[in-house]
């Protein structure tokens, strides 16, 4: 059972391996993703609905209320999924500051704020 406290945030991720199937069981979860044209796609969902994030795309849920814990339970179809968090994987993992920076066309502050220095 998945749990999303009040003002939550599951972060920018993929799973390289496999689809995700996420069913909420109570209270209203925002999702969103990325497809491979660059368009976003976001959707509220609440009890009983059932989402699909496909194989290998970005995506994210966060939980806006500021009071009641949303649960949810996920599936996967893969045993194996895998899971990419994009900020860890992009700005906790060595890449240096010069490679971001160009990038994302940010100057070096940016770069190192988004870092947390």
């Not at 660059?38 to 994210?60: A, C, I, M, W, Y």
Request: proline share 5%; glycine share 8%; hydrophobic share 40%.
């Amino acid at each position: 059972m998945l749990q999303y406290p009040p003002l939550t945030l599951n972060a920018l991720h993929t799973h390289p391996r496999g689809s995700e199937l996420l069913y909420i069981v109570q209270g209203v979860l925002d999702v969103g993703l990325i497809d491979s044209s660059n368009k976003l796609f976001t959707q509220t969902l609440h009890e009983g609905d059932l989402f699909v994030f496909p194989k290998g795309l970005v995506h994210f849920q966060i939980n806006w209320d500021k009071k009641q814990t949303v649960k949810a339970v996920a599936g996967f179809s893969s045993s194996n999924p895998g899971l990419i968090r994009l900020p860890a994987n992009l700005f906790k993992s060595g890449i240096s500051d010069t490679v971001l920076q160009k990038s994302f066309g940010v100057t070096a502050d940016t770069i190192k704020t988004l870092k947390g220095y």
